[in-house]
């Protein structure tokens, strides 16, 4: 892998940009593994990644049915926070928040990772309380979120409108400074690269159609759209469908997956300082660095694998960013689309161990996964390496649901997020 | 949006009337407290998800506000039948027959047709056309 830098590119500009090279190879599927990884999202390439990195497994092929990070990793509205009510929560979803912040430097590529703020209203005296017992359970865990009053956040977000006329007035915010936004493609593709170039086979358009066992029950490899392909361990990373993967192997699991959809306006010069999250009204709205206003609607109400939604969930969010925002009602929508998501009962991810040997599961991210990728796949290496999880993500579990010990970030948080 | 047909009011209504209330057909024990963790799991979380044709439940909430069950594919979102509650789940194979244009692959043999899936889809269309 040659390094990116000022030098490489003047280099380069010399030669007429003649000596870029790939930025991950394409090989050819060998017939065994040490570990498959199937789906090349965000969360599956950051576990091959730091299975390489950090644990010298190397032996290790990536599979995706589509392409690279073409699933919710590309559909995203790219929100990074960690202002989760729960310890456990806190704990995986900070985790990833640290390694953000250098990230690009350890991948040597620009995730874009920018850490503008992430700014959630109170429309009601249920939110206020909600936010402020999250406040003070986020500094109890050592995590940033302070509380604003309407002009301090009128402050930190001009375009905000905060009379009391409206329909739904905000009545205060809390606002993580660390959170932010990174650049989703950037992220896969960096991930991609780094495991590349330590040997980790990335393998697009192959689609797993089954996963082998023993008699015993262990994994033997999976069967796929290019023939069998053996392993020892399987790391199932399907998101959306991580349902019908497991049922492959006999495990049943407890997701639905609904569609969520996300759209973007025309590009226009920097007008949105920060990102901005309402629960209440439901609306998700920041300003990328191409100058589109990034939307983040609701799911639809039923099941789904059509990765589209109903016109009117967009309508309904756009209705309420046009009254937290009238500086936007005259704005153009340019594109819209719809990403199917793995939904946990208690909207609490899965990292863990399966009844079935050889066999691990990173699922159940929801609505909000793109923001713990790097930790994902951090504590999801772990556990597949050394066949235990890490302390990170051992209440993560699939027994949970049987135990009742459940992480409910559900109830905690009202609505899906 | 969907268009949904409700069974006791008996005409297609535009989704925003319903509340979709989930898979059907998980049958509550008679005894919840003697249940064990395992079967109580099962019944509370662990659903089927399926990747093609689904049994909903679904509730005319701004209508008759009455509960009723829908079979419905997850990867079109087209319904193929509506019927009320208690009444008995139908039968899939049935249900294939009776709309020469659905899909040919189910939930059930999702895993090992998969790959096949959109070529079969194409033949059934040609026929249609024909």
Known sequence: MRKYSVFAIAREALRGHKGWEAQWSSPEPKAEYDVIIVGAGGHG???????????????????????????????????????????????????????????????????????????????????????QRHIHANRLNGIDNEWLTPEQAKEYCPPLNISTDARYPVIGAALQRRGGTARHDAVAWGYARGASARGVHIIQNCEVTGIRRAPGGAVTGVETSRGFIGARKVGVVAAGHTSVLMDMAGVRMPLESYPLQALVSEPVKPVFPCVVMSNTVHAYISQSDKGELVIGAGTDQYTSYSQTGGLHILNHTLDAICEMFPMFTRMKMLRSWGGIVDVTPDRSPILAKTPVQGLYVNCGWGTGGFKATPGSGHVFAHTIARDEPHPINAPFTLERFRTGRLIDEAAAAAVAH | MLLIRCPYCEEERPELEFRNAGEAH?????????????????????????????????????????????????????????????????????????????????????????????????????????
């Open chain 1, 45 to 131: 390439l950051a576990t091959a990644y730091y299975l390489a990195s950090q644990h010298g497994i190397t032996n290790v092929a990536v599979l995706e049915k589509g392409w690279l990070g073409g699933g919710n990793t590309g559909r995203n509205t790219t929100i990074i926070r960690s202002n989760y009510l729960y310890d456990e929560s806190a704990g995986i979803y900070d985790h990833a928040v640290k390694l953000w912040d250098g990230l690009s430097q350890e991948l040597n590529y620009n995730v874009m990772y920018s850490a503008r703020g992430v700014m959630m209203l109170a429309h009601n005296v249920n939110d206020k309380q909600s936010f």
């Open chain 2, 26 to 130: 998980v049958v509550r024990s008679a005894d919840i407290a003697a249940e064990s963790d395992e079967d109580f799991e099962k019944f509370f979380f662990i659903r089927a998800n399926p990747k093609g044709i689904t049994f909903e439940r679904w509730r005319h909430v701004h209508g008759c506000a009455r509960f009723f069950n829908a079979v419905r594919d997850t990867v079109s979102d087209k319904f193929f039948m509506t019927y009320k509650a208690g009444e008995p789940k139908p039968d899939l194979a049935k249900i294939m027959k009776s709309v020469p244009a659905a899909a040919p692959a189910a939930s059930d043999d999702a895993t090992e047709d998969k790959p096949k899936k959109p070529a079969a889809r194409r033949a059934a269309a040609k026929k249609g056309d024909a």
